[in-house]
């Protein structure tokens, strides 16, 4: 759907061009015309850089989530895709490993969390029960 200021902006040029067009001896409505469609230019040329910006942030999200995880569901261990938990299932966390979704630690031997993608802050926070 197109932007309904871009739109006003797109009758405010064309208007500004029959304004000149029925009274050429005045450039000013010539001159707002073409200034109008720099605006307009400008302001989608850096919209779309924006918005191409922000998909790829929301592409780069998709690294985050790991591809399989250990999950004990029904007392068996087995490897299962990420996206597949719910909720309920055991994770079992490994040093170095990525986390598949929001969880809650039931039991943790010396556990720190790297919090640098999310927060900023680089060191490592324990975790405790």
């Known amino acids: 759907m197109a932007n309904p200021f871009a739109l006003l902006l797109w009758v405010g ?3 500004a061009f029959v304004a000149y067009g029925l ?4 450039p000013s409505n010539l001159y707002l015309g073409i ?10 040329a850096l919209t779309f850089y924006e918005n191409m910006k922000s998909e790829a942030i929301m ?9 399989s995880t250990i999950v004990i569901r029904d007392g068996e261990e087995k490897s299962l895709d990420a996206t597949k938990l719910v909720r309920g299932d055991l994770i079992k966390v490994l040093s170095g490993k990525k986390i598949p979704a929001d969880i809650r630690i ?4 010396g556990m720190k969390v790297d919090n640098s993608s999310l927060t900023g802050e ?3 926070l324990p975790r405790v029960v």
């Open 35 to 44: 200034v109008l469609i720099v605006v307009i230019v400008f302001v989608g």
């Open 13 to 15: 040029a064309i208007l």
């Open 106 to 109: 039931v039991a943790s031997q």
């Open 23 to 26: 009274y050429p001896a005045d």
């Open 122 to 124: 680089t060191d490592l």
């Open 59 to 67: 592409a780069s999200f998709k690294d985050f989530i790991p591809p």
